[in-house]
DNA sequence: CCTACCGATCGGTAGG
DNA sequence: CCTACCGATCGGTAGG
């Protein structure tokens, strides 16, 4: 017949090109994750690619899903481990700097999701409906663990998780800036005193003490 | 001759593109800014719009320009006359916050800086040199306004101005995001609270003070 | 400032 | 999975 290969090695090429889509998309983004690019990469034909997908909107979302797996794989799941409350939070905040710090084979053009996000904002579509999702799920589940360090009495009574959750994205979409675009060595340690001073364990403290400077 | 303009209609011509420019960038970033996409809007042909300009790189680094005057005149120049640490401080921390919720009809896809910042922070060229040269220009007029503030007293002395800038920074991408990709409209409140206690104006609290939740 | 054009690339389809 | 193609759009140029 033709070239058609068994359903093991198809599913094989799919996964090879959602991965090169997350390194193309983290440096030119999502719109920019082309599927003429995809395949040149590949050595393949662009139809060959497309069949895959069907349409570039399905491309894009299996892309993100993809990095989405990594990104658990790199923080959510080192900090499984941790017990629950302020030691997972700062498992997962250490994480979280390794794989922007690090991850620079899968996400040579830095954080997907930082990118997919300011990208798909002014947009609708099921794209942006995931990206939105996926930044609902995380600050969900980082809230909920400043939830229970709450209970644990590691925080202050009075903390807001949402508000708190709020504040480290901003932290993560700072410390993205710092690395890609200033390559500033200082940017992981700027964010571990921020993170201090917003996850201080206890209110007795006139100023940050539990860290040197 | 030809339907050739005098300078004067030719200046504002290239200002009518430029604001359009901006507008259209705002949304689908500088690389998604086409010429074709401008001269449709403007009712004028592409090789009118590019004559302005010769290449796509001048007419981007001309929409950045342009948006960053803008900035300066809805965020900077309204705290010119606070005084100087830190209630000029607040007063640009409140332009800003002003700015991000309201200038929808010059930014209608949000913080274009942010934008352009992650579109070209994988990329070499004028258009990433001219969007890095402006947020270290902010972050430094930030971190000497912080400065001030503590030489004022009005901040604790061991602030570190750049570490405090660079916070901002953070806070202000949270909130563009917080805007754009979920229309929050407790955003800005939530903004306004990291802001105080990132500059709470001194020590002695157990916790911020001097706003009621 | 226009018309008319260039080669390259886009997403996608037909047919095998 | 391929070749061969489609119409649309890209940045840019020639010439007026």
């Known amino acids: ?20 889509g997350v390194a193309i998309a983290s440096v030119e983004g999502l719109e920019g994750l082309t599927i003429g690019r995809l395949a040149t990469d590949l050595g393949m034909s662009k139809a060959g690619v497309l ?34 409350g302020l030691p997972r939070l700062r498992a997962i905040c250490e994480a979280w700097i390794t794989y922007l710090e690090t991850a620079r084979d899968t996400f040579p053009g830095g954080c997907l999701f930082t990118t997919a996000s300011i990208e798909f904002d002014a947009r609708d579509g099921l794209v942006r409906d995931a990206v939105a999702r996926l930044f609902r799920l995380w600050r ?27 504040e480290m994205g901003g932290l993560y979409m700072a410390l993205n800036q710092e690395i890609q675009l200033f390559a500033a060595p200082e940017a992981p340690e700027r964010t571990r005193r921020a993170l201090d001073r917003l996850l201080a364990p206890r209110q007795d403290r006139q100023d940050r003490q539990d860290r040197p400077a």
């Open 1 to 20: 017949m033709s070239p058609r290969k068994s359903v093991a090695e198809a599913r094989r090429t799919r996964e090879r090109i959602v991965e090169r």
């Open 51 to 84: 069949g895959h997908f069907g349409t570039k909107q399905t491309l894009q979302l299996a892309t993100l899903d993809e990095a989405a797996a990594v990104f658990s794989r790199l923080v959510w799941e080192p900090a499984r481990d941790a017990q629950p």
């Open 140 to 166: 969900r589940r980082l809230a909920g663990e400043v939830r229970v360090a709450v209970a644990a009495g590691d925080l202050p009574g009075d903390t807001d998780p949402e508000q708190v959750a709020y």
